[in-house]
């Protein structure tokens, strides 16, 4: 609610805590009201930025609101210095998030051709998909990732267990994933899920198999090369999740400021199926 956000907004800033309003979604033709609506309370709430992936959006803000400052969401696609680019001179952006499909070695060579900050991702969901353009969710549940901002909703979402105690995990009618009474259920996005076809009859992970992303031993290699702020996937996570997280790598980033070592072993508890990877940051090959 706006009054609810209202508190929040005041709340954060008297702690000098910077306020950024996601609207990195995709209106339908059209259908544009409830973007501008959200951007209006935005301005009045003086929030601090906006991440915004559709270029009409960032074309509205941009001459509506020309005080907002804008930041340009992985979802966008621009992945090039010659894209990006394009956005900062159109539309005055001041950050972009890179996609997860660089090196950091591609990264800082970005770095020394664009004209805004980077933003980068640090830990959580890897992405399969062409950076979040997913319409897997849509498909099953009839709620867009891209226009909803919801993977896997929560109302959606069922466990049933069966007589041995076994368990399954459910995404509306499609069994996502089954567990045996020894193993850890994980939250059934379609991508991770394990299935079974004509050619295999036994369960496998058609798609993904559970792994996070995890780059807290690039982290230093990361600020060599340009990147300015960590974005940490936090969507549908608890608040203990967010917290645990996000104080381990704000730590981690002073240590290196100050030229001590870092230490984040405890991260892996956090992690999908308690696995993780640096995935194409490190190699291409990755998969």
């Not at 033709?29 to 270029?55: H, M, N, S, Y």
Request: glycine residues 6%; contains cysteine; charged residues 25%.
């Amino acid at each position: 609610m706006p009054e609810e956000m209202a508190q929040s907004a005041a709340y954060a800033h008297e702690r000098d805590a910077k306020i950024l309003l996601a609207l990195n979604t995709f209106p339908p033709a059209g259908k544009t009201a409830l973007w501008k609506e959200a951007v209006e309370t935005g301005a009045k709430l003086r929030i601090d930025a906006i991440i915004v992936a559709d270029i009409g959006m960032a074309h509205y803000i941009a001459t509506q609101y020309p005080q907002i400052r804008l930041h340009l969401s992985v979802q966008a696609g621009a992945s090039s210095p010659e894209a990006i680019k394009y956005y900062c001179r159109e539309f005055n952006i001041k950050r972009v998030v890179l996609p997860r499909i660089l090196t950091v070695r591609e990264i800082k060579d970005i770095h020394a051709e664009i004209p805004c900050e980077i933003e980068a991702f640090i830990f959580g969901n890897i992405g399969m998909m062409a950076e979040g353009r997913c319409s897997l969710t849509n498909y099953v549940t009839g709620i867009s990732t891209n226009m909803d901002g919801v993977c896997s909703p929560a109302g959606n979402v069922r466990y049933e267990k069966d007589e041995n105690q076994n368990l399954s995990s459910k995404l509306g009618d499609f069994t996502i994933d089954c567990f045996s009474c020894n193993e850890n259920a994980g939250y059934p996005t379609i991508c991770k899920g394990r299935y079974l076809t004509h050619a295999r009859k036994e369960g496998y992970y058609a798609f993904e198999e559970p792994i996070s992303l995890n780059l807290s031993s690039l982290l230093p290699e990361l600020v060599k090369a340009g990147v300015s702020a960590l974005k940490i996937e936090g969507r549908q996570r608890s608040r203990a999740y967010v917290q645990a997280v996000v104080s381990a790598y704000r730590k981690a980033v002073d240590d290196i400021m100050t030229g001590h070592n870092i230490e984040m072993e405890d991260l892996l508890a956090l992690t999908e199926g308690h696995k993780e990877t640096q995935g194409a940051f490190k190699s291409k090959a990755w998969r």
